[in-house]
């Protein structure tokens, strides 16, 4: 009979505890953490906007410099001045928007954020530090985090301003300050952006919504390897496939 107390003493207790394990778990998925993993881009353009805000005199000057393939401005790329082209990094903003998967790993003191593309990573200090006011400005810029909730707050600046904002030749200064809230929300992530850029825009420019969805391990298998490719731009490439493609078809005789 002892023996039948006490079965019955720890099953109660199995169900008294199980919520709470479970509550706990729930608690864990909905914090910071939840954000590690590999995520797809799925909604939203590879601009912040359809439209960008009025710009400034300069900013219109850069505007009307940069000779871009894609939408109402696009030229065949032989005959553009796409960054792109000659393999240089795509900046901050233009990556984020690139649509190939990028994964997120969150450390007790930042944020690691890996990208597909180019295969480069970039690090969201959340320590407490401030972003330096005279370093040397970086192709990615410079990162801090911090939470409010289950969102991770996100400020970068110290850019360098030789890339384009994105793939229509919309331009930067290296005056631009970037803020990105990415929140976990059921299997997605979403993020909404906003560009401060007094030199470039009259106004600060407000990205749409861009939602990414959670990959799938079958998304992320090629040939038999698990995990995000090396999309890796390498020059000796690029300028092989310019000289063989992309100049002849765009008029332009090989140098």
């Not at 401005?73 to 233009?94: E, K």
């Not at 990415?182 to 825009?201: A, F, H, S």
């Not at 390897?225 to 390498?234: M, P, T, V």
Request: contains cysteine.
């Amino acid at each position: 009979m002892r023996y039948l107390y006490m079965s019955l003493i720890l099953a109660v207790m199995a169900v008294l505890v199980f919520p709470v394990v479970t509550v706990a778990q729930a608690a864990q998925q909905s914090g910071p953490a939840s954000l590690n993993g590999v995520w797809n881009q799925f909604g939203g353009g590879r601009a912040l906007t359809n439209k960008a805000p009025a710009m400034t005199r300069e900013g219109q000057a850069r505007f009307n410099a940069n000779k871009p393939s894609y939408g109402d401005r696009a030229i065949p790329p032989a005959q553009g001045n796409d960054p792109v082209g000659n393999c240089d990094p795509l900046g901050l903003v233009r990556l984020v928007l690139f649509p190939r998967p990028f994964e997120f790993v969150v450390l007790p003191d930042r944020v690691v954020q890996f990208f597909e593309w180019a295969h480069v990573w970039r690090d969201i200090w959340t320590d407490g530090r401030k972003l330096p006011e005279d370093a040397d400005s970086r192709w990615y810029g410079y990162s801090v985090g911090r939470w409010e909730g289950d969102t991770l707050i996100v400020e970068s600046g110290g850019f360098d301003d030789r890339t384009w904002l994105d793939q229509f030749g919309n331009p930067f200064s290296t005056e631009m300050r970037l803020e990105e809230r990415y929140r976990r929300v059921g299997d997605t992530v979403e993020l909404n952006m906003k560009l401060t850029d007094p030199k470039i825009y009259t106004t600060p420019w407000v990205s749409d919504k861009k939602v990414s969805r959670m990959a799938s391990k079958a998304s992320l298998t090629f040939d038999g390897w698990y995990g995000l490719r090396e999309e890796i731009c390498a020059p000796s490439v690029e300028n092989a496939f310019n000289a063989r493609v992309r100049n002849p078809a765009g008029g332009v005789q090989n140098k």
